[in-house]
């Protein structure tokens, strides 16, 4: 009996993994078969319109606006990677650390570079596998450890110690392992629609609507095929998530112009530019949960009451991961977009978070 009781535990954790596993398995097929079915239903439609690509051989004009801040590259010793950002601001001045989500890259911070540079060095980073910055092949290059190490590396390649580091979406995942790991380097963190990552974990196996919100979670498991799907009907995929009533910006908000659009498609459809971003996803559930998960660093948490990805339920919850100062502002009818689409809003509550917690520190 004593023995039994020595090994319950594992043999419950190893029921537990069991089950998860299962669970990811069985919504990978299913993701998969839903997909298919669009697929099969698309060609259907318009075989001729469903496989059309329009060449885009020029980036838009936009992607050069010298308003922005200045390309830069850096080339990383350890890893070999050579990674791209846009800086704004004087060499000198604070570091301010910009990492974006899926599916979008260093242009999702515009107004964002425009606004802090006054007082801010803000880098807008490519990150592994995204845009300009190097994409290695395989999906073991984009495991959690290694995306960690990125921002590290690249902080010392700056020649900075320390930064104030804005993360959305999955760069708020990013964001949020990076003040778990090395708090030392994060004099302030600001996380725009992602919760905590256990947060997320424990939430999603018990709320079967989280389940279906982050089914892309699932699908992008699966080699090739979500590439191929955002690839037909001229990423038609891509141009839906940004602008359609469910997922796109809200009806108030500050919506993408031709060119913004634009910008995204030229970047997503060069060759291969959609394997990097979607490999970030494919060693997730691997990856957590978390073992070390308090987060010491002072902490702004910015949420879109109308994420279509994200259910709001979890920003609340996150408070408990963070033992220091933490604000949470969720903001009504806005959607996941939300540096993009309250830019105003969104900067000031960023200046507010900034300058009250200097206050805090006096």
């Not at 629609?193 to 992008?220: D, G």
């Not at 109308?306 to 991961?321: G, W």
Request: positive net charge; glycine residues 6%; proline residues 5%.
């Amino acid at each position: 009996m004593a023995k039994l009781r020595d090994c319950l535990p594992r043999l419950m954790v190893t029921i537990r993994s069991l089950l998860f596993w299962c669970l990811v398995y069985f919504y990978c097929g299913l993701c998969a078969s839903i997909y298919l079915l669009k697929l099969l239903w698309s060609i259907c439609k318009g075989p001729t319109q469903t496989f059309r690509r329009v060449a885009r051989e020029h980036p838009p004009a936009c992607l050069n606006d010298p308003s922005l801040g200045t390309h830069c590259y850096v080339r990383i010793k350890d890893s070999g990677l050579r990674f791209h950002y846009v800086a704004a601001g004087e060499r000198g001045k604070p570091l301010m650390l910009l990492l974006h989500g899926f599916p979008e890259f260093w242009y999702s911070w515009r107004h964002q570079l425009r606004e802090f540079k006054s007082e801010y060095r803000v880098v807008a980073l490519d990150l592994r596998g995204y845009g300009e910055t190097d994409a290695p092949v395989h999906r073991e290059n984009y495991k959690l450890d290694c995306l960690i190490t990125d921002i590290k590396d690249i902080l010392d390649s700056l020649g900075y110690s320390k930064c104030v580091l804005i993360g959305h979406d999955w760069g708020g995942m990013i964001a949020w392992l990076i003040a778990i790991c090395y708090p030392e380097m994060v004099m302030k963190l600001i996380v725009i629609n992602f919760p905590h990552p256990n947060v997320f974990t424990e939430y999603i196996l018990r709320h079967p609507a989280q389940l279906f919100k982050s089914s892309y979670y699932y699908f992008f498991q699966i080699p090739w095929f979500p590439e191929f799907m955002f690839s037909i009907n001229d990423f038609k995929a891509l141009k839906h998530l940004f602008t359609s009533h469910s997922t796109g910006i809200g009806r108030k908000g500050c919506r993408l112009t031709t060119e913004d659009l634009e910008a995204y498609i030229y970047v997503f459809s060069q060759p291969g530019a959609l394997s990097g971003p979607i490999n970030h996803y494919r060693n997730i559930f691997s990856c957590l949960p978390l073992k070390h998960h308090m987060v010491i660093t002072p902490t702004l948490l910015l949420w879109g009451e109308k994420d279509a990805f994200m259910e709001v339920e979890m920003a609340e919850v996150t408070k408990i991961y963070v033992k220091n100062y933490f604000r949470l502002t969720i903001l009504s009818e806005t959607s996941h977009w939300l540096q993009q689409e309250q830019p105003d809003i969104v900067n000031k509550l960023i200046w507010t978070f900034l300058k009250e917690e200097t206050r805090r520190k006096d």
